[in-house]
Structure formats: structure tokens, C-alpha cells
């Protein structure tokens, strides 16, 4: 009864034990969705899994519509200690260092969202764009990946003959130089300006999201031809935490977090699929044509895309690195030459 007695008594102590390393945490999270997106839905969703799965001991508050810095500042304000995480993306940081454009938005680079996940998980994406995270003080924790975007036209835009002379809203960036060695004309312009510009003519074409998304702006009951699937950009979300609040979770509280953040990236990554796939649908039966490039001519921008890498790399080290991890994954999946 004694040995009874006191193996109880040791089991009762490593629970409190235990318990005493358990702690309260509440984080604090900006991200630049509104409540009634479908991708700000699901982190609602997201909240709730890790609330659940922590049993409470995980509360996030979460910051919807940039409602306390804006979309451009949140990466700093979660670097400041503002914010605890900045739930945007990565391609709002290439002001920082040009290699955040190859986790925000790589160009040309993978077909689907499930290669482009396969390189942060398998290729050793997570290890290489984790040290340009700490650099500035931040953990990448994942990534939500909805898939490819798709252009809104005037005109066809069946392959890269039909770019030459394009004139098309871009954003910033990357993006500018590859259409305009593709012979395009790039036009930056604010995302709330496409809708005027399209109806006025200014513009032939525009970048603006995913095809269902695009539904949803109105774009196709002003132009009349879509490319579907893309080929051009996939951007990718991240979920990012200031590097001295995440090393101050317990292992068990970071365990939750992450892998309720790939249960949530990869829905966001079907959700999207499947509301495009309807909308591709949709829009052929209202008179929209749809373009599907050949691989022939998604390679073909792959090369402009890839002389723009090539050019981004010059401008740090870490961009360099980033790069060459792509590129070495994208050879391995055969999607350029080695």
C-alpha cells in the first residue's frame, strides 16, 4: 500500500508538474481579410481549432481588415511588439529585402498549390526562408496557398503572342519586368482603380485574383475573356510570429498552432479549387471564353520569369539563396531544365 501510496503521490506531482509549465497565452493577430471574406472565415475557423485543441489555454485575438496598422505596416508592428503576428504575406516585405518576393509571390514558377507547398515542406523551402524570418526577428510558421490567378480581359489571351502590346493592370514589382520582356505594358494602378479602368478602356486587361474571385469584383460582365488555369502568379499568405513570443510558447502550444495552420492553408487551397472549377463553369455558359495555356507557352513564360529571378537574386544574399532552392526543386519536378 506504501509503494501504491507514493507511486500516486510521484504521478500526482508530475501532473502538477506539468500543469505548471502549461500557460496562458493570448496572441495577438493582424491579417488584412475581412470577417466575411472566405479566407477570413476560415481563420475564424483556425481560432477556433487551436482554442479547442488547447483546451482554452491558446485565446487569439484576432485583428480583421488591417484595423490597426496597415496591410504594408503589419510584418513591423509584429517585429515592434504591436502586434504578436502578422497573418498577410511575404510580398509586402520586399522593401525589407527583395528575397521576400520568393515567398510571397515566386512568378512563374510551380503549376499548383500543392507543388508550391511541397517545397516549403520537402524541399527545404522552410529551412532556407526561415533564416531570412529570423533575420528580422520573425518565425514563418506556414503558408496559405489559394492557388493560381487568373487574368480579366478584353481580348484574347490565348498564349504569349496575344501579350505583345497588352496593356493590363499590374502590381508593383516583379511582375512588370517579366511582362514587359513578354512585350506587354504593365500599368501599376491601385486594386480599387480596375474597375473604372477596364470599363473605360484605359486598361485591356487586368491582374487582379483568382478566377472566382474575379466573379465576384464583376470583372467578366465587363470583359470577356479569362485564362484558366493560371500560369503567372500564385501568391502565398503567411502566417508569421514575432520570434521572442513564439521561442516563449510552450513546444506543445507551437505543435497546435502549426498543424492547425496546415489544416487551414490546405481547405483554403481546396476551397479556392473548387470555387473556381464552379466558376469556370459558370462563366462559359454566360458567353466568357476561356484560354488554357499549353505547357509549351506556360514554359515559355517560365524562361522571362526565370531572367527576372535571376535578376533579383543580384540584389541580396538571401534572395540569391532563395532562388537557387527554387530552382533546384523546380528541376527535380521537371518543371525546367536542369
Not at 496572441?27 to 466575411?36: C, D
Not at 482603380?193 to 486587361?205: H, K, P, Q, V, Y
Request: hydrophobic letters at 40%.
Amino acid at each position: 500500500m506504501k509503494l501504491k501510496t507514493l507511486l500516486m503521490s510521484a504521478a500526482a506531482g508530475a501532473t502538477l508538474s506539468t500543469a505548471a509549465l502549461a500557460q496562458d497565452v493570448t496572441l495577438r493577430i493582424q491579417t488584412h481579410y475581412a470577417t466575411e471574406h472566405p479566407t477570413g472565415q476560415m481563420l475564424a475557423a483556425w481560432i477556433d481549432d487551436v482554442q479547442t485543441m488547447s483546451g482554452g489555454e491558446i485565446s487569439i485575438e484576432m485583428f480583421y481588415s488591417s484595423s490597426v496598422v496597415a496591410t504594408v505596416e503589419t510584418f513591423d508592428a509584429a517585429i515592434n511588439g504591436i502586434i504578436d503576428c502578422d497573418a498577410t504575406g511575404g510580398a509586402y516585405q520586399t522593401g525589407k529585402n527583395p528575397a521576400f518576393q520568393f515567398v510571397g509571390d515566386i512568378m512563374g514558377g510551380y503549376d499548383t498549390p500543392w507543388q508550391q507547398y511541397s517545397w516549403l515542406y520537402y524541399g527545404d523551402g522552410y529551412e532556407a526562408a526561415q533564416e531570412l524570418y529570423n533575420a528580422q526577428g520573425m518565425q514563418l510558421i506556414g503558408w496559405a496557398v489559394y492557388g493560381q490567378e487568373s487574368f480579366a480581359s478584353s481580348k484574347p489571351i490565348a498564349g504569349p503572342a496575344d501579350l505583345v502590346g497588352w496593356k493590363f493592370r499590374s502590381p508593383p514589382g516583379m511582375e512588370t519586368e517579366i511582362f514587359e520582356k513578354m512585350g506587354a505594358s504593365p500599368i501599376v494602378m491601385d486594386f480599387t482603380e480596375i474597375f473604372t479602368a477596364l470599363e473605360t478602356g484605359i486598361i485591356d486587361g487586368a491582374d487582379a485574383s483568382g478566377l472566382a474571385n474575379n466573379v465576384g469584383l464583376g470583372l467578366y460582365d465587363i470583359v470577356k475573356h479569362a485564362n484558366y488555369p493560371g500560369f503567372h502568379s500564385m501568391p502565398s499568405d503567411h502566417l508569421a510570429c514575432n520570434q521572442a513570443v513564439w521561442e516563449g510558447l510552450t513546444e506543445q502550444q507551437r505543435r497546435i498552432i502549426e498543424t492547425a495552420w496546415q489544416k487551414l492553408s490546405f481547405q483554403i487551397a481546396m476551397l479556392n479549387e473548387k470555387a473556381n472549377t464552379e466558376a469556370a463553369a459558370k462563366l462559359q455558359e454566360e458567353g466568357v471564353t476561356l484560354y488554357a495555356w499549353s505547357p509549351e507557352d506556360r514554359a515559355a513564360f517560365r524562361v522571362a520569369a526565370q531572367a527576372a529571378w535571376d535578376d533579383w537574386a543580384t540584389r541580396s544574399p538571401e534572395a540569391a539563396a532563395l532562388v537557387e532552392s527554387h530552382k533546384t526543386y523546380l528541376t527535380q519536378l521537371g518543371l525546367i531544365g536542369g
